[in-house]
């Protein structure tokens, strides 16, 4: 017994064991910040989405694009004009195209969880940009820079790849 002792301890003070100790220790400090960035990455997200239920101009903004959509008496493409580029509508229509496009950017840069996004916001994306794609054609013609909301068009086509499945009937 006094055998098996002297080789348990003689292995416990080794420097595999130390080596071993220091290594677990990384370990666990690295899936730690993992999970305390992903953590937080979804607060932001969580923070992003109920912040925007209480913007009155992003909701204003997105009244507009409905009504301009749906309208047989007009046609978005006239805002992008530079004799209507500072009315009321313009400025509508970008802010809620500004609001998006600096979500994508979040999403790129990693502070916003594309995944919770997803889920949340699939049909007000796809519906947005469908609805001001002819705007921002507009805008891209007269500029002649294709950069504009190039983010937003970008989320755009890779959700439209993957979209929302039903999870009618399904259960938790």
Known sequence: MDGMCSVILGFLGSELMRNLLVFSGIVVAVVSVISAKQTAKRKQTADLLFGTRADAELSAGFKL?????????TNIRVYAKKDKTDSEEA???RYVLNHWERVCVGINQGIYDEKMLHEASYNTVIGLYSQASPFIQAIRENTGKDTYYQELECLYNSWKEKPLVSKKGKKR
């Open 65 to 73: 694009l409905q009504k301009l959509h749906n309208a047989t008496d």
């Open 91 to 93: 400025n509508k229509i």
